[in-house]
């Protein structure tokens, strides 16, 4: 009897213990307009899901200021803007987590003999937390606090948050990124108002 029971048992043991494709855990990878993974150092566009206010993300001036650069909007829908990459703070998997420390790079040169990493800067004039280039990479800790941010669920689509725990002893601000308006240019600025996104990877 024993003898009888024993393959069966096995063969039950094999089959419980086999995860199904249903039974797997879904991906916290932040996804593509084509729904495909956003992969670490590939290149892709931030674009606005709400028609109409402008277009992709680029590089500019909202003041008289030549450098560091600001992150703005392209004043015209049909615009792109310029290619990113996002760097997690831990890049073993591959891809681009939701809700984790990354840095947000484009991919461009510019005048500025400084990087295009996005840091977050105070900007006096307009007393408001702005967006700006000349971060450094990587190297999280206090000395980086500033240029960290993270890609968020927001219904169906992103957002873009200030909200970095690379330091467990730094006190930060926590806020969505939004849109600023300053002399006619939308400015990436910290916002009570969510700029809601999406991820299209740049074709060359």
Sequence with gaps: MKETLLPFFLSFLLFTSSPSSAARPASNAVRDIDGKEVIVGAHYYILPVIRGRGGGLTLGSADNETCPLDVIQEQFEVKRGLPLTFTPVNTTKGVVPVSTDLNIKFFAATICVQSTVWKLEFDADISQYVIVS???????????????????????????????????????????????????????????????????????
């Design 134 to 204: 000349g971060g450094i990479e990587g190297n999280p800790g206090r000395e980086t606090i500033s240029n960290w941010f993270k890609i968020e669920k927001y219904d169906q689509d992103y957002k873009l948050v200030y909200c970095p725990t690379v330091c467990n002893f730094c006190k930060v601000i926590c806020r969505d990124v939004g849109i600023f308006v300053q002399n006619g240019r939308r400015r990436l600025a910290l916002s009570d108002v969510p700029f809601r996104v999406f991820f299209k990877k740049a074709e060359y």
